[in-house]
């Protein structure tokens, strides 16, 4: 089955930084790769997805690269904000119905 | 629109019991999929409904179970319930031909 690697599993930055979380895949086959913010108590909200045919997405302060040869995809997250603090988790997924494989997460705090 | 919906929030068992968990999609989705969240085994994916039928299923024992209505809501099971058993149980529910999955709050099950 489909493993993903996701890396830091915590991150700091200054409040006006920018942040970078990576996730890497082996499944060739897969080809949707959403990202997910989740604070506390609350459920994972989806914050931008990719799909294979695509290199590169952009939604304001946050973008989404992929790299099919390498099988890696980031998340750029710039101009952070106190409100960007929460858990990140990358997924990967085939077409076939949607069964998300996740990362183990990425703790992400803004110092203000 | 109303998001997901998951009831109850919050509940607390004994081992041995079971615990019947209740997930309503967004308007409109007919996919439910079902996953569980701990801290050291992170997001894991249960198994997915579309139309009534269970379409995937992740490598969970025969005790976890579920099933889906005509009107798409989805139930799930679990039976003889084990202190590992305790967890985040998220649904998240997308249309069937795309991917996105939006998340629900979870039902924090807490096995005594």
């Known amino acids: 089955g489909e493993n993903v690697e996701q890396h830091p599993s915590t991150l700091s930055v200054q409040e006006g930084d920018s942040a970078v979380i990576k996730c890497t895949y082996s499944d060739s086959a897969s080809n949707y790769f959403p990202w997910y913010k989740q604070e506390l108590g609350k459920g994972p909200q989806l914050i931008i997805d990719?799909?294979?045919?695509?290199g590169e997405k952009k939604d304001q302060r946050i973008a989404v690269t992929l790299n099919k040869t390498a099988k890696h995809f980031s998340l750029h997250i710039t101009e952070t904000q106190p409100e960007d603090s929460a858990v990140y988790f990358c997924?990967?997924?085939?077409?076939?119905?949607?069964?998300?494989?996740f990362g183990t997460g990425t703790s992400l705090t803004v110092i203000p | 629109k109303a998001g997901v919906t998951q009831t109850p929030r919050y509940l607390i068992k004994t081992r041995g019991q079971q615990v019947t968990l209740s997930c309503s999609p967004i308007?409109?989705?007919?996919?439910v999929s079902w996953y569980q969240q701990t801290p050291g085994q992170g997001l894991q994916f249960l198994f997915e409904?579309?139309?009534?039928?269970?379409?995937n299923k992740g490598n969970f024992p025969g005790r976890f179970s579920g099933r889906q209505f005509s009107n798409s809501r989805s139930e799930m099971n679990v039976s003889t319930l084990e202190l590992g058993d305790s967890a985040l149980y998220l649904c998240?529910?997308?249309?069937?031909?795309?991917?996105?999955?939006?998340f629900g709050p979870g039902t924090r099950l807490t096995v005594l």
């Open positions: 308007s409109g989705h007919r996919s």
């Open positions: 997924a990967a997924s085939r077409n076939t119905g949607n069964q998300f494989y």
């Open positions: 990719i799909r294979s045919n695509v």
């Open positions: 998240a529910t997308a249309v069937s031909h795309r991917n996105e999955q939006f």
């Open positions: 409904y579309f139309s009534e039928t269970q379409r």
